[in-house]
């Protein structure tokens, strides 16, 4: 009688938590392959690459339901080299996403830590890179829609979707004793969803961004004006502020995805000049067709024109993507892609500054790879 019922107070004191819908999960990326550069600093370049298509990563997900529709949530998510298996992002140790917080059916989710801003939440999925990864990215991803960096110290809320429509905001605190602004940042944005088409709109503005985000693209120092064999951001250097509004959309028709997006980045006080503004405009057109449930092409084309006062510079860049994926299951794909950009008004070419090589001798660069990626 005593050995039943310490058997059944040694089950109830494990079965008590099961009433609470509880969970972690562990998932991953892993993308591998062989990138292929014409010109990098004047030479072909062939490269074992990881993390193209999607950044190679580990993370663990995972929430606690308080009742009421309320849960507490949270995600780490760490970055990686498949090749060398170093970490990424700077060698963070959840250097892609490290946040938790609670979420609510009726008010939306409030979420602390390091985080996504509103234009990578909500713009980057009208992008061809948002779509198919790095390679395709705008010139340096000179408007963080590759989601080159995250952002520190932040607190979002997105709310609840009404009739389609979801709502983002956030801001990060700078952490600067005597001075609440100094490397802060803010940002928001809006989504409409409603069956094949989407829409999104978002700001963005930091503080500082050189200081805040190191691990972008910006570069510390540079002649002004001049591209310095840093693509895109070589015309910035490190600048007082940085500004993107972006807005897209897709539609879905069948067996084929359309979409559209813009976005404009401003640069204050640019190479470290008071008034110094440089700006990027990006205009993006974009297609992918199920040609079957597993194979899918894509196809894309991207202008980007940028100004820099200080001297009247008109750097541009066109750019057209191409890709192509086969599924050999639900979680493993095969892929091939390919990137052609010319660039003209004083720019060299540099398909994302430096992920595919260094910037090319001239004006145009090309950039294949074939690749693998699977997921668990």
Not at 4 to 26: D, I, K, W
Not at 50 to 65: C, H, I, K, N, Y
Not at 135 to 161: A, Q, W
Not at 300 to 322: M, R, S, W
């Amino acid at each position: 009688m005593k050995k039943s019922l310490m058997a059944c107070a040694f089950a109830g004191t494990f079965a008590a938590p099961a009433f609470a819908q509880n969970s972690v999960t562990l998932y991953g990326i892993i993308d591998a392959g062989i990138t292929y550069t014409n010109n990098s600093a004047g030479h072909s370049l062939v490269q074992a690459q990881s993390g193209v298509a999607q950044g190679s990563r580990w993370g663990l997900r995972g929430s606690e339901d308080l009742g009421g529709g309320t849960k507490v949530i949270f995600q780490l998510e760490n970055g990686f080299n498949v090749f060398n298996g170093r970490l990424g992002q700077g060698g963070l140790e959840f250097g892609r996403q490290a946040y938790v917080g609670v979420t609510n059916n009726a008010w939306g989710q409030l979420t602390l830590g390091r985080q996504y801003d509103a234009s990578v939440d909500i713009v980057q999925p009208t992008t061809f890179n948002g779509q198919w990864g790095a390679l395709f990215s705008h010139p340096s991803d000179i408007d963080n829609s590759d989601n080159g960096f995250r952002v520190n110290n932040t607190v979002k809320y997105v709310t609840p979707t009404w009739a389609g429509v979801t709502a983002e905001a956030m801001y990060a605190f700078g952490g600067v004793a005597g001075n609440f602004r100094q490397n802060s940042t803010i940002a928001g944005g809006v989504s409409y969803a409603n069956g094949p088409l989407y829409l999104g709109a978002a700001y963005f503005y930091a503080r500082n961004p050189a200081q805040q985000f190191a691990d972008g693209n910006f570069q510390s120092n540079g002649t002004p004006g001049v591209s310095n064999g840093e693509g895109a951001f070589g015309y910035v250097g490190a600048p007082r502020n940085m500004q993107v509004i972006g807005a897209g959309g897709t539609y879905t028709i069948g067996p084929a995805q359309l979409g559209l997006a813009f976005t404009n980045t401003r640069f204050d006080d640019s190479t470290g000049i008071a008034g110094n503004t440089v700006t990027f405009n990006n205009y993006e057109a974009w297609a992918n067709y199920h040609l079957t449930p597993a194979a899918t092409l894509g196809a894309g084309y991207t202008f980007t024109e940028g100004k820099v006062d200080f001297n009247g510079a008109k750097p541009k860049y066109n750019q057209v993507n191409l890709m192509a994926d086969y599924a050999l299951s639900k979680r493993t794909d095969v892929y091939l892609m390919g990137v052609y950009q010319k660039a003209s008004g004083g720019a060299d070419a540099d398909v994302y500054q430096g992920f595919a090589g260094n910037e090319s001798s001239t004006t145009t660069q090309v950039v294949a790879r074939i690749g693998m990626r699977h997921k668990f």
